[in-house]
């Protein structure tokens, strides 16, 4: 399979677009991983893998955003280019850039499926939170709806293809042996939101860079796959779920 950086430096100014479009799609999402944080005025808060830096806005008042993305890809616009018509150079993800014990709480969103070794992450995640600091993971399970339609429509039609890590209890079971105490696990379901259908399948065509289908396309296998409901509003939701796991450094 291809790495997080490899693919992403190939499909993240398409993700980045989408996002920047629709930059409330995901606020259920951002917010269900924000809530079990447990976050306060005055608290360091990384944000790894980053993307473009959508968590940051969702974040309390007073919060320090820290955000570590390999990427470049990401920042491909305006106001965030190294030179007028490159994006910023790539870096690793690994080490994370912070010094030991100095994060409050660490967040991680739909990334860690595209990493097949977890366990050097969760190893750098402990390093660099405080002790009885925080950890949100939050990504996509291994079995679920959301999985299927990213391996199966979305690999099948995008410019990557897609072939997900994804989490399960055993993925728990991995930051427990990491030195992480585990204090919850669920899968969280919610929408992405929209003001029409149209918008909702022009967000995950540009998201997922899906090339070989059109928008038409797109919006039916969303509809079959995942399901949309009515929201106040008269606007739509898509159906979207991950697995949120809180842990703590003791």
């Not at 606020?27 to 990384?46: C, P, S, T, Y």
């Not at 402990?126 to 925080?134: A, D, H, I, L, N």
């Not at 003001?195 to 022009?202: L, R, Y």
């Not at 739509?236 to 796991?245: N, P, S």
Request: glycine share 8%.
């Amino acid at each position: 399979m291809q790495s997080y950086d490899q693919l992403f430096n190939l499909r993240g100014s398409a993700y980045d677009r989408a996002m920047r479009r629709f930059p409330d799609a995901r606020k259920e999402e951002f917010n269900q991983a924000i809530e079990r944080a447990r976050l306060i005025a005055g608290m360091r808060v990384a944000d790894v893998p980053a993307g473009g830096g959508y968590l940051a806005r969702y974040l309390p008042a007073g919060c320090e955003w820290l955000g570590h993305e390999p990427c470049g890809s990401f920042h491909a616009h305006e106001g965030q280019r190294d030179g007028a018509n490159s994006a910023l150079p790539s870096v690793p993800l690994l080490p994370l850039p912070w010094s030991d014990d100095s994060i409050d709480v660490a967040l991680s969103i739909a990334g860690i499926h595209h990493l097949e070794d977890k366990c050097a992450f969760f190893q750098e995640l402990w390093r660099v939170v405080k002790p009885t600091g925080r950890v949100v993971i939050s990504d996509v399970s291994v079995n679920s709806p959301v999985a299927a339609f990213l391996d199966g429509f979305v690999g099948d039609h995008n410019s990557t293809g897609h072939e997900g890590v994804f989490i399960s209890e055993s993925t728990v079971e991995e930051l427990n042996q990491c030195g992480w105490r585990i204090l919850s696990s669920e899968v969280v379901r919610f929408h992405w939101c929209f003001d029409t259908g149209e918008n909702m399948a022009a967000f995950c065509h540009d998201l997922f860079d899906v090339r070989a289908a059109s928008i038409e396309e797109t919006a039916h296998a969303i509809g079959e796959q995942l399901g949309v409901d009515c929201l106040p509003g008269n606007r739509r939701g898509m159906r979207w779920e991950l697995m949120t796991v809180v842990a703590e450094k003791s």
